[in-house]
């Protein structure tokens, strides 16, 4: 199996990471994931953050318990997190004196050929000037990943259309398991973590349930769904624990963390030429 050297990479960051079971930010987690997301610019690869957490946030922010039932509610509340969130990122990246920019997009305008341009071109701008664009679905707009009754879309599947759209080698997915299991490892202890797949069967699909958080959309039936159209793309995706962000790097490296998926292998891509 050959081995790729990643040259842009596309990391998605779930809400189960970025916020803590207790409802609070997860402070330290965006810390250090701001200071490897700038690390791996600094080294010369091309990152861009797909991240969820504005309702997680928004609920902290408006002192909520959990998410309001109505879509407008929970909009409202996103929009309110979403400002929050960027303020968080802002702050941390600055400490690492990187900069970074907001992209807010729904499934539509990636869709439709002449937006998805521009998105594609204002992206690949950002990152010629070595900004990293952070993009979370605009939930103002878009209601589908809102609607718990449907588990259409999310950030995971937007985050694997968005990499294979602009060229990623790679998508990173962080959420709060090691890797996926044969069956969701918070309801079954008998659950087995898979180490490779390069293609999903029906058996994996049939063990992948949807979130056990309070805040997560999908679970790992989306993440399975972006692990296929990565790999029909041609490209690669891993899945691991966000716990620890700076596991990134690990994945660069080429280390054999959480669930590779896809028929090549990563080179270190991580070793200066
Ligand atoms: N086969 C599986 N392997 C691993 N995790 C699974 C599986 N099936 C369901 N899950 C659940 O998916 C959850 C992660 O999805 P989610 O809560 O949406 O996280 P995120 O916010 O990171 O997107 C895990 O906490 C786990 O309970
Ligand atoms: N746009 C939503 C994202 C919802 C979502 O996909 O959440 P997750 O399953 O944690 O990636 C938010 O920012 O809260």
């Given amino acids: ?64 318990k959990q998410r309001p039932a109505a879509i407008e509610e929970q909009q409202a509340l996103s929009s309110v997190g979403q400002l929050e969130l960027m303020r968080i990122y802002s702050q941390r990246f600055m400490n690492y004196q990187t900069m970074i920019s907001q992209v807010l997009l729904t499934r539509d305008v990636l869709h439709y050929p002449v937006s998805r341009q521009h998105v594609l071109n204002t992206i690949e701008v950002l990152m010629k000037k070595r900004i990293i664009p952070i993009i979370n679905e605009n939930d103002t707009v878009s209601v589908d990943e809102l609607d718990h009754h449907t588990t259409f879309s999310d950030n995971d599947e937007l985050s694997a259309l968005v990499a294979t759209k602009i060229d990623a080698d790679l998508l990173i997915i962080l959420s709060d398991v090691d890797a996926l299991y044969t069956a969701d490892p918070h309801r079954d ?9 390069d293609h999903v069967t029906s058996t994996i699909e049939a063990g992948a349930a949807g979130t056990s958080t309070r805040f997560g959309t999908g679970g790992m039936i989306t993440k399975l769904r972006a692990a296929k159209t990565m790999m029909e793309a041609d490209r690669q995706m891993v899945l691991c624990n966000g716990r620890d962000p700076r596991i990134i790097m690990d994945v660069l490296k080429g280390k054999q963390v959480g669930t590779h998926f896809g028929a090549e292998g990563i080179a270190n891509s991580l070793k200066e030429e």
């Avoid at 040259?7 to 207790?22: C, D, F, P, W």
């Avoid at 202890?189 to 797949?197: D, E, F, R, T, W």
């Fill in 189 to 197: 202890p008998n659950a087995k973590p898979i180490h490779n797949l």
């Fill in 1 to 64: 199996m050959g081995k790729k050297k990643i040259k842009r990479v596309v990391v998605k960051v779930g809400t189960s990471t970025l916020v803590q079971k207790n409802g609070q930010v997860n402070l330290p987690v965006i810390d250090n994931l701001a200071f490897t997301l700038s690390a791996i610019n600094n080294l010369g690869l091309e990152v861009i953050l797909v991240s969820s957490g504005a309702m997680g946030v928004g609920l902290e922010s408006l002192g909520l």
